[in-house]
């Protein structure tokens, strides 16, 4: 399964402002306290080791502020103190107690255990922070079929994780996403796969901005390419406290929160209904780098082709350590703009310029957010940005 990096894709847009995603007796977003996001430092440029994150798959941090982040190519830990500085890498490939083969990403569990998707081994496997395997527990076999893994680890220690997978209709000619979720005991020995026709899985992308890439000739191989203002993989975010934030269903004008393997809403967040519409100057942008991607993997786009016009209500979301849920929205100079509520909805912030990649692993940690930004040569940066308020 081709990996493909989705940052590349960012181009520079221009729209207006976002309306308010604020209800009736929320305060108007003008009003709310501006947040800014300062940077601490970054590290990164390197073609291999700790400092290269062009195969990145994960993002975390053990007891301590030390930094965890997966290489999924050379399937190689590397751990990083606060400040960025290398401490430790481990990791090797292969199909023995202890070796790894197309990890899909990982968590870190209270007490310091690092538990990875090892896919190609079809097991979830589980490393201390010195690098010493600490055994694995066999997927059930349908898991293994994920092209993207999302994971997060439960308040009370319980495991949820998700994946996104893809299913090719021949006698349609169509690809059909379909999404898994299953939520696993604290200490791994039992799991129970969640209902993936509930509130548990929403539409993907954010706003289901997606397109086919068809192979040259027809071929029934087929990739799906958001476009560069389509979202993320999954559209919803997971709550440690045992809720899921998600869009009840595609083109909703609202968010809904959702205890985990329930369908009642536990509050509700509504979005902005009036979305900027997108200049043909970003539509005509996205659909050449489109155009080259698919080229690039021996394909072509259809002729008939048409971008959406208008931005979706939103871009994706984050639970931070607080409890806290960051909207991300398109802003008025093409800048990643940030809504932030609490837990119940409300909202208490907003964050004017948002310069992480939004399709990769974030980590709010401390009053910190750690996350990744590419640079006009493509090349790949981990950063540190203090939250001030």
Known sequence: MIRIRMSR???SITALLMSSACGPGKPAMKTLPVW????????????????????NFGLGMLPGDTLVHFDYQDERFHLLDRN???????????AGPGDLS???GFVVTRSGVIVVNDRGNQRLSRFDASGTALGSVPLPPRFTMGVRWDAR???????LERYATIVDSLSHDTVVWVDHARLWSAD???????NTGSCMVSPRPAGGHTIRMLTAGGSVVA?????????AWFATAVDPAGFVWGQPARDSAELRKFPIGQCTASATLPLSADT???????RDSAHEVLARVAAAGGGALPNDLNLPDRYPPFFTLHVDDQHRLWVQKFGAAGQQVVDVFDSTGQAIARVDSFPLNARGPLLFRGGRIYGFVTDPDGIKYLVALDIVR
């Open 9 to 11: 894709f960012l181009t």
């Open 36 to 55: 800014t996001l300062q940077e601490a430092w970054r590290v990164g440029g390197e073609a291999e080791g700790p400092h290269s994150f062009d195969a």
């Open 84 to 94: 960025g500085s290398p401490v430790r890498s481990f990791g090797r490939k292969g």
């Open 102 to 104: 197309d990890g899909m």
């Open 153 to 159: 680890l439960l308040d009370d220690g319980r495991l």
């Open 188 to 194: 791994l020995t039992s799991s129970e796969e969640l």
């Open 223 to 231: 990739r799906m390419l958001p476009i560069p203002y389509s979202g």
């Open 276 to 282: 900027p519409t997108i200049p043909q100057t970003v």
